[in-house]
């Protein structure tokens, strides 16, 4: 390996098959011809790469590369970094517009008068159609509404209000696996572990569980997590629409900075007991491992359904033998989520087979713990 890195850094040129033979995912964020995988520095005179017509984020270098451009930049790969520079354009000029950096979302308007189950709902654009018909006009709107330089900002809002339902979504399917009386229930108490940015930006969204249960009155959700900071201010504050709040309903924030093993003896966890827990991509079997046994212990022992998300499969394959080998018991085991975020996060270290993904997304996959095996 350490090899391989001192070639790539290297302004030497370099015979082809010692290219050919060096793994891709050591050669990226720069531009590169993607058959041969030099860069513009490694000629014998400097390079021209000529990117792809479609992305410009390919590069082949020569005719003979341009050949098997196409086999080594795949349409699937094209379309995924097309969709990760529209989403990083619009989302600065989004955040330069608000003057703050906050996750675009669009949400439904008002709350529902008849209960849908979402398990009867296809995809997305079933969702659309039968829960939030006004999504396409609303998402136009509000792509009039931003000074942007995006070629097409009403296609790339749409994308990244698309992506913005997976959190709320993700937790409506989780519940209506795990609380038998849910189209009845007049509250609900949602603790989401492991809470950083994402989460935290995204909160605003999850008005749509106040919407989207008829019955619903009360929501609460605490989001508890180092990454979090403490607003205790907001405890009781009602963060509900106007519609919600003239119906007597009630949506409140609760911020516990710390890890959830620790919260869990707190007084706001005991009584707060959860109806439902959620940790999103918490990568727990890489990173800070041990913080993680702890507070799976501790939902292990409260005994209350928890849904857990994963970017990818192996990921959570990872996540599902640690938490077996600590006695949890697999409610409900590891499948696609539905609800999947829809824009790529371009990710390298997948890019090692000619036509592999690039990137993953979020919450892609899903399971449900609960309790002792």
Request: net charge positive.
């Amino acid at each position: 390996m350490g090899q391989h890195l001192r070639l790539v850094i290297s302004s030497t040129p370099i015979p082809d098959l010692q290219f050919q033979q060096l793994p891709q995912v050591y050669i990226f964020d720069q531009e590169k011809c993607e058959v041969c995988l030099r860069t513009r520095f490694q000629f014998e005179k400097p390079g021209r790469l000529h990117p792809c017509s479609s992305c410009r984020l390919a590069w082949w270098c020569s005719s003979e590369c341009q050949k098997d451009f196409s086999k080594s930049h795949s349409k699937r790969q094209c379309d995924e970094l097309q969709k990760t520079v529209s989403v990083d354009r619009l989302e600065v000029d989004y955040a330069i517009h608000r003057r703050s950096h906050r996750h675009l979302h669009v949400r439904t308007e008002r709350p529902r008068t008849t209960y849908l189950p979402l398990s009867s709902i296809s995809d997305r654009e079933d969702y659309f159609r039968r829960i939030f018909p006004g999504f396409s006009s609303e998402t136009k709107s509000v792509a009039g509404t931003i000074n942007t330089y995006h070629p097409d900002p009403v296609s790339a809002v749409r994308l990244v209000a698309t992506e913005a339902t997976c959190f709320p979504l993700t937790v409506i399917a989780a519940l209506e696996d795990v609380v038998p009386d849910l189209s009845v229930r007049s509250s609900l108490c949602i603790h989401v572990v492991g809470a950083g940015p994402r989460e935290l930006y995204s909160k605003g969204i999850l008005e749509e569980l106040l919407h989207f249960f008829p019955m619903l009155k009360r929501l609460k959700i605490f989001f508890v997590g180092p990454e979090t900071p403490d607003e205790t201010a907001d405890k009781n504050t009602n963060v509900a629409c106007q519609y919600c709040i003239a119906k007597g309903h009630m949506r409140t924030f609760i911020y516990h900075s710390s890890p959830y093993h620790d919260f869990a003896f707190t007084a706001d966890a005991s009584n707060n007991r959860p109806d439902l827990i959620v940790a999103l991509n918490t990568g727990m079997s890489e990173v800070e491992t041990e913080s993680w046994k702890r507070t799976i212990g501790v939902i292990r022992d409260l005994d209350v359904p928890g849904v857990f998300t994963a970017y990818t499969k192996l990921e959570a394959e990872s996540e599902i033998r640690m938490l077996k080998g600590m006695g949890v018991r697999i409610k409900k085991g590891l499948a696609l989520n539905k609800w999947k975020g829809v824009v790529p996060t371009t990710n390298n270290y997948l890019n090692v087979d000619e036509d592999g993904p690039i990137a993953s997304y979020n919450s892609y996959y899903r399971y449900i713990i609960q309790g002792r095996a």
